[in-house]
């Protein structure tokens, strides 16, 4: 009797050995040969393998890799805004294995190249994620994204599509908004960072701008946003006569909109930051940081200003005289207009 309860007891250990061979040991090793960004690339390769059709859409795909690839955030980014950040060590021994790349939150992302959706998803550390199969065989992934665009795995997406608006989602919360941009071949990551050379045309934007406009569940305000941020662009464009979409050409027009009408200094965030920043032309993320001080000063220089780096009335003043944008009935030194006895805020 003892002895029959000693072998079940032996028989009982050597299946929980083997249950945590079989099943917790695969994982665990799984997880320290892909330690990417909380995303099982494995499901991903299998997901496809899996479908036939979506093999078909990704053969379609030009067999030659896109070397030279336009930066995929649409605005506002130019390859000296970028740094490489690819190898840099990550919490718990990983290493970082794609670019990110520093941009205001709602930026849209759009794809660099013709593309298949794979995968779409939500995961701890990527956040808001799309992967697309790319030229060459390779697959792209974008992380931490706001939103995702309305799009679904199996999608095929022309150069220009919009993918998603960048954010801070997944380990990135809290944290500077920016869009992880990753390249693989062969479920192996490489270095976007030299790749990177170039921009869209401003014509090619503004065509998938208006692409992602007539798509939008609210034009007027995503029209609005983007000429919060991106105004000095979308004026240069009607400057070189390209057709800009209706919403675009009345979020310009409309002056009310987007005003300063606060002292603005470090620490100083908000949609009246971009468009200083946007204004003296460096990169609008709406915090008013060093870069954002040093800029201030040297406008202040530039109009025989106290340098202080401080962006103030007589500062406003400056700079709403040179745009000759100032309500009717205003001037620089008044608070009210004296015609519609409107307070007069800094329109630029
Ligand atoms: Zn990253």
Redo the contacts with the bound molecule.
Sequence with gaps: MRKKQHIYRIIGIISLFLFVLITILPLTTFAALRPW?GVDWGQVSGWSRGSSSLNNKINNLDSDKVVDLPIPILFGVTPDNLYS?FGDPRSGGRT?E???IMAPRGAPVVSPTDAVVIRIGVGDTAGNYVYTANPGGETFAY??LNEIADITEGDELSKGELIGYVGNTGNAAGGAT?L?FEVRDNDVATDPFPRLTRIFPLADKIKYLKNILDNADNKTKLAENMVIMYRKELVSAQTLNIELPDSIIKALANKILISITRTLRIGSTGDDVKLLQTTLGISADGNFGPKTKAAVIAFQTSKGLTPDGVFGSMSYAALASVNGTLPAGCTPSTAFSTTTGIKCTAIL
Excluded: N, P, V
Aim: no cysteine.
């Design positions: 960004e950040s970082h794609g670019l990110d992380m931490h920016h992880h």
